[in-house]
């Protein structure tokens, strides 16, 4: 699999980074993780529901995910939000 950042994605973790630079080293390990076993309990990976039904959610860490869509053998990572936000 590999992962495609959307512009609206990168512009989001961008933000995030800014407000806790030690969340860097969380989503890289999430998204290896994703990318090399995506059944790890972990991610607590799941699909959404609602207005974002052709999306999945992971969990980085307390109440922030990272939601993307599954297209072939590509994850495109869409959004970093609050669980309440989706």
Not at 10 to 36: G, M
Not at 64 to 70: G, P, Y
């Given at each position: 699999?590999?992962?495609?950042?959307?512009?609206?994605?990168?512009?989001?973790?961008?933000?995030?980074?800014?407000?806790?630079?030690?969340?860097?080293?969380?989503?890289?390990?999430?998204?290896?993780?994703?990318?090399?076993?995506?059944?790890?309990?972990?991610?607590?990976?799941?699909?959404?529901?609602?207005?974002?039904?052709?999306?999945?959610?992971?969990?980085?860490?307390?109440?922030?995910?990272?939601?993307?869509?599954?297209?072939k053998q590509t994850y495109i990572l869409t959004d970093?939000?609050?669980?309440?936000q989706y």
């Amino acid at each position: 699999m590999n992962l495609h950042y959307t512009n609206h994605f990168k512009r989001r973790l961008r933000q995030r980074f800014k407000k806790k630079p030690s969340l860097k080293k969380k989503v890289i390990a999430q998204l290896n993780l994703l990318l090399e076993n995506p059944g790890a309990p972990s991610l607590r990976l799941h699909k959404l529901k609602g207005k974002r039904i052709n999306q999945y959610s992971i969990w980085i860490e307390a109440n922030l995910r990272i939601t993307f869509i599954k297209e072939k053998q590509t994850y495109i990572l869409t959004d970093v939000l609050t669980h309440d936000q989706y």
